[in-house]
Nanobody, 115 residues
Framework: QVQVVESGGGLVQPGGSLRLSCAAS????????VGWYRQAPGKERELVAL???????NYADSVKGRFTISRDNDKNTVYLQMNSLKPEDTAVYYC?????????WGKGTLVTVSS
């Protein structure tokens, strides 16, 4: 059974940083694609960053240069380093793990950027 668990969210001031973690179990982690998504109140869920099994990355334009996605296959974990946070980054952040066409979601972690 695949389980995906996000952690690392919280309250941070504008300009601050947070690092989110996505831990997956029950997968062949080295072959999975992992994406971080976010959903703000009243808005649709959107892709923030993606990392492939070849360590290729892709980012939404709104976070390019501020967010960095990385993975540690030995720890079955993907990270999202978020710097220079803005109030508009406030959202619930979800991790999605895709293995051979099967998609698995975590329950999300809340990030609030506010002074």
């Amino acid at each position: 059974q695949v389980q995906v668990v996000e952690s690392g969210g919280g309250l941070v001031q504008p300009g601050g940083s947070l690092r989110l973690s996505c831990a997956a179990s029950g997968t062949i982690f080295s072959i999975v694609y992992v994406g971080w998504y976010r959903q703000a109140p009243g808005k649709e869920r959107e892709l923030v960053a993606l990392i492939t099994r070849s360590f290729n990355t892709n980012y939404a334009d709104s976070v390019k240069g501020r967010f960095t996605i990385s993975r540690d296959n030995d720890k079955n974990t993907v990270y999202l380093q978020m710097n220079s946070l803005k109030p508009e980054d406030t959202a619930v952040y979800y991790c999605n793990v895709n293995q051979r066409g099967m998609s698995y979601w975590g329950k999300g972690t809340l990030v609030t950027v506010s002074s």
